[in-house]
């Protein structure tokens, strides 16, 4: 008499199939991930249970923000409480082989400043890194003389550009000056650069030269604002015509770090079509950038500016907008600033709605302190800012969106 055949149990957990056996093996996986972009991660990750968890494990150490700071920092979670504290972005190569998982042996940190921030960040640098500052031709030996620990943000912020003139916006610009600081690490002289910003970080960061460099890391999340472009397709749009047409330097050294160099899009290039995602609003954090988040544990987060402000214990980055359009002869990121005294920093958008509220709340706002200030009644150390008032503003107008720019509809 025959067995009756009987159905093989399937197996229910991911380790008893093969694809457990390829995914419940760090030294297996670490192989395939590291040879993977970004995306072709995430999707994996999301394939079974077994992928999922590797993914994690490998992502968790694949992208370490301790480890890859200690290069540069003997005390990378001091420094992050001080970003947390200022606002202060690293960006440029360093966020670039953060995010790609790479290493560029000759390459130093550049570092993002908001305006009233650059003495105490180089001053932590200084006297808690040992950093030496190393001035150019045109600076004195002494960084103090130069960077005031004294800043008056109660000042009128001057709107240099005219706001109506959208197309000035893709020229270089938003940076006020450059310090250099060196010291000698393990394997060599380490160098940093601090970027003191004119308006803001993200100002002078999408300003860069092209996309593939507009990444950045806050003390909370590193930021990729195209990153189908840059780490799938590895093309660079370029959006920088400040510099001569006949300086390649740029375009040299990304071409030889493996990028292909893009002058501008084809006339074709429709919306929302990837990897640049032109001629539509952007937002920092919205779903066209790639935002990885960051261990914040034991991080120290900003306190209160003063006791007639409210908490701000956010990034300011986030509540940035702009849009990747044509200019001229190629592209350009276009955005208004949004500068104004009431606020301890400066944003930028492209919503029409936004701006003029916020216009409006600025001169409500900014003329009854300046009125106190003037009348005594008001100290400079209590002057309120209205960050956190800001953020409300921005979540209120995320879904009434009326934007600048005139866009062909064909």
Same mark, same amino acid.
């Given at each position: 008499?025959?067995?009756?055949?009987?159905?093989?149990?399937?197996?229910?957990?991911?380790?008893?199939?093969?694809?457990?056996?390829?995914?419940?093996?760090?030294?297996?996986?670490?192989?395939?991930?590291?040879?993977?972009?970004?995306?072709?991660?995430?999707?994996?990750?999301?394939?079974?249970?077994?992928?999922?968890?590797?993914?994690?494990?490998?992502?968790?150490?694949?992208?370490?923000?301790?480890?890859?700071?200690?290069?540069?920092?003997?005390?990378?979670?001091?420094?992050?409480?001080?970003?947390?504290?200022?606002?202060?972005?690293?960006?440029?190569?360093?966020?670039?082989?953060f995010l790609d998982r790479t290493f560029y042996p000759e390459s130093?940190?550049?570092?993002?400043?908001?305006?009233?921030?650059?003495?105490e960040v180089l001053d932590y640098l200084v006297e808690r890194e040992?950093?030496?500052?190393?001035?150019?031709?045109?600076?004195?030996?002494?960084?103090?003389?130069?960077?005031?620990?004294?800043?008056?943000?109660?000042?009128?912020?001057?709107? !240099? &550009? /005219?706001?109506?003139?959208?197309? *000035?916006?893709? =020229?270089?610009?938003?940076?006020? $000056? +450059?310090?250099?600081?060196?010291?000698?690490?393990?394997?060599?002289?380490?160098?940093?650069?601090?970027?003191?910003?004119?308006?803001?970080?993200?100002?002078?960061?999408?300003?860069?030269?092209?996309?593939?460099?507009?990444?950045?890391?806050?003390?909370?999340?590193?930021?990729?604002?195209?990153?189908?472009?840059?780490?799938?397709?590895?093309?660079?749009?370029?959006?920088?015509?400040?510099?001569?047409?006949?300086?390649?330097?740029?375009?040299?050294?990304?071409?030889?770090?493996?990028?292909?160099?893009?002058?501008?899009?084809?006339?074709?290039?429709?919306?929302?079509?990837?990897?640049?995602?032109?001629?539509?609003?952007?937002?920092?954090?919205?779903?066209?950038?790639?935002?990885? !988040? &960051? /261990?914040?544990?034991?991080?120290? *987060?900003?306190? =209160?500016?003063?006791?007639?402000? $409210? +908490?701000?214990?956010?990034?300011?980055?986030?509540?940035?907008?702009?849009?990747?359009?044509?200019?001229?002869?190629?592209?350009?990121?276009?955005?208004?600033?949004?500068?104004?005294?009431?606020?301890?920093?400066?944003?930028?958008?492209?919503?029409?709605?936004?701006?003029?509220?916020?216009?409006?709340?600025?001169?409500?706002?900014?003329?009854?302190?300046?009125?106190?200030?003037?009348?005594?009644?008001?100290?400079?150390?209590?002057?309120?800012?209205?960050?956190?008032?800001?953020?409300?503003?921005?979540?209120?107008?995320?879904?009434?969106?009326?934007?600048?720019?005139?866009?062909?509809?064909?």
């Open positions: 008499m025959s067995q009756i055949p009987t159905r093989q149990q399937q197996p229910r957990l991911a380790y008893e199939c093969a694809v457990g056996e390829l995914f419940g093996r760090a030294p297996i996986y670490d192989a395939i991930f590291s040879c993977v972009s970004p995306r072709t991660l995430v999707r994996t990750g999301h394939s079974c249970r077994a992928a999922y968890a590797a993914s994690k494990d490998f992502s968790h150490r694949a992208y370490n923000i301790h480890r890859h700071l200690s290069r540069f920092l003997s005390e990378p979670l001091n420094f992050r409480s001080l970003q947390a504290r200022t606002g202060t972005l690293i960006a440029g190569s360093n966020a670039l082989q130093d940190m550049d570092l993002y400043v908001h305006p009233g921030h650059v003495r040992g950093y030496k500052f190393k001035p150019d031709s045109t600076q004195p030996e002494d960084y103090r003389e130069i960077v005031s620990d004294e800043w008056d943000g109660t000042e009128i912020r001057d709107e !240099s &550009l /005219d706001l109506d003139e959208l197309l *000035l916006y893709y =020229q270089i610009k938003g940076v006020e $000056s +450059v310090l250099s600081i060196e010291k000698n690490g393990p394997d060599g002289l380490l160098k940093i650069q601090l970027i003191a910003c004119e308006n803001s970080p993200f100002d002078a960061i999408i300003n860069f030269h092209s996309t593939c460099v507009m990444n950045f890391i806050a003390f909370d999340a590193a930021y990729s604002l195209y990153p189908v472009g840059t780490f799938e397709k590895r093309e660079t749009l370029s959006v920088w015509r400040a510099r001569p047409l006949h300086d390649l330097t740029v375009e040299i050294k990304y071409g030889e770090r493996g990028f292909t160099w893009l002058s501008t899009l084809s006339a074709g290039t429709s919306p929302q079509k990837p990897p640049f995602y032109a001629f539509i609003d952007r937002t920092v954090g919205d779903h066209y950038t790639w935002k990885l !988040s &960051l /261990d914040t544990r034991g991080v120290t *987060l900003r306190s =209160q500016m003063n006791p007639s402000s $409210s +908490v701000f214990q956010c990034d300011p980055v986030i509540y940035n907008g702009w849009a990747l359009e044509r200019v001229q002869h190629g592209m350009g990121t276009v955005y208004k600033t949004i500068k104004s005294s009431v606020f301890r920093y400066n944003y930028s958008t492209t919503n029409y709605k936004l701006n003029f509220k916020l216009w409006l709340f600025a001169i409500e706002q900014g003329f009854l302190s300046r009125t106190l200030l003037e009348n005594n009644l008001l100290e400079k150390e209590s002057w309120p800012w209205f960050d956190a008032e800001l953020a409300g503003f921005w979540e209120t107008f995320k879904h009434d969106f009326l934007s600048f720019i005139q866009r062909d509809s064909a």
